[in-house]
């Protein structure tokens, strides 16, 4: 079996801050290779974390999973 795995970012931005997928790729492409360049970029009001506030990155995996109609990696 193959498999494949797609790198998706996850963003709280500054209220203030506007920005545009392609804006954020270009900046990245700054500093690192195109590969390791996410796919997807969600903008998110925050993200989910635990009661000593830790992110959650199970919960956050399958959020955006079932955001971008992805099957989440098992």
Do not use: C, W
Not at 14 to 42: A, C, G, M, R
Not at 46 to 67: F, V, W
């Amino acid at each position: 079996p193959k498999f494949v795995e797609t790198v998706a970012a996850a963003l709280v931005l500054n209220p203030t801050i506007e920005t545009t997928e392609q804006e954020l790729k270009d900046h990245l492409s700054q500093y690192i290779t195109k590969f390791k360049i996410p796919t997807y970029f969600v903008m998110k009001p925050m993200l989910p974390k635990n009661s000593t506030g830790k992110i959650l990155k199970r919960t956050l995996r399958e959020e955006l999973a079932e955001e971008l109609s992805l099957t989440p990696a098992k």
